[in-house]
């Protein structure tokens, strides 16, 4: 169990909070009851997510956020079958599992990124609960365990290259 737990409890609860994280903005933007569907800038008679930026915004919002989903939720399901088969995980494995959070990580903070801008300055204000996802993915982006080495991590390995495998 050992290296499976420290791998369930380490990298799926990474990959999750960040997803949770960016569905929150995703759901509160495009919802009708969202802060931008009642948004108009200036004289504009339409509302901001009526534009066809906002939309085009929130459409790969989402594209990203699914993709990072079905890669996390792979990458845990293979280690999942793995364990369950009796079997230890291999690094290529861990690795995999690690590379799918780093990437749901890194998938939220381009959801956000890409709709923040339609919140407007409103946005900014810590009322608002935009913002506070953007400060949370964005705060979580900080983690060492998002940080350059761990993908330098998984390149190493899938470059053949030796390194020490306790962080993985």
Known sequence: MGTVGRVERGSHRHAVTSMAASVGPYMLYSSAS????????????????????????????????????????DALG???????????PTVESRAR???????????????????????GA??????????????NIHTAGQHIFFGSDAWKRFARLRLGIDQPTFMI
């Open 78 to 88: 293979a280690l999942w079958d793995t364990a369950c088969a009796g079997d230890p």
């Open 34 to 73: 969202g802060i931008t569907v009642a948004k108009r800038r200036g004289s504009a008679t339409h509302s901001v997510a009526e534009t066809g930026d906002a939309q085009i915004a929130v459409a790969r919002a989402e594209g990203v956020l699914q993709a990072a989903k079905a890669f996390v939720i």
């Open 122 to 135: 409103a946005g900014v204000y810590s009322s608002q609960p935009l913002q506070r996802c953007f400060r």
């Open 97 to 119: 599992v690690q590379l799918a959070a780093l990437n749901a990580q890194r998938s939220a903070e381009i959801a956000i990124d890409a709709v923040m801008p339609f919140a």
